[in-house]
Nanobody, 129 residues
Framework: QVQLVESGGGLVQAGGSLRLSCAASGRTFSSYAMAWFRQAPGKEREFVAAVTWSEGVKRYAGSVKGRFTISRDNAKNTVYLQMNSLKPEDTAVYYC??????????????????????WGQGTQVTVSS
């Protein structure tokens, strides 16, 4: 089992910045990748960004590319999501996901929600206009 705890959410004005953190604990030695997904009210959960633990391969959703940056600290088993130039449409609950075990296939598979085995409880991000 892997436990994930997100933090860093909050209320920010449009154009502002926030940094989310996701700390992993438990059987992290089997972890292959971490990702951030988000879910806005009335919408399905969508991919935001992902990173592999060893190679550092990253993927971003088109809507956040150039504004958000995902990074990892292997020593702390923590993944971060730096969010700049926030927009009201970024308002959502942000969830951290963990992929346990190697992922066969192209790196674009990192954008698929079903590829992740464990999830955090989510952290609310609200961007006011």
């Amino acid at each position: 089992q892997v436990q994930l705890v997100e933090s860093g959410g909050g209320l920010v004005q449009a154009g502002g910045s926030l940094r989310l953190s996701c700390a992993a604990s438990g059987r992290t030695f089997s972890s292959y990748a971490m990702a951030w997904f988000r879910q806005a009210p009335g919408k399905e959960r969508e991919f935001v960004a992902a990173v592999t633990w060893s190679e550092g391969v990253k993927r971003y959703a088109g809507s956040v590319k150039g504004r958000f940056t995902i990074s990892r600290d292997n020593a702390k088993n923590t993944v971060y999501l730096q969010m700049n130039s926030l927009k009201p449409e970024d308002t959502a609950v942000y969830y951290c996901g963990n992929r346990a075990g190697y992922l066969t296939g192209p790196y674009d598979y990192l954008t698929i929600e079903s590829k992740y085995n464990y999830w955090g409880q989510g952290t609310q991000v609200t961007v006011s206009s």
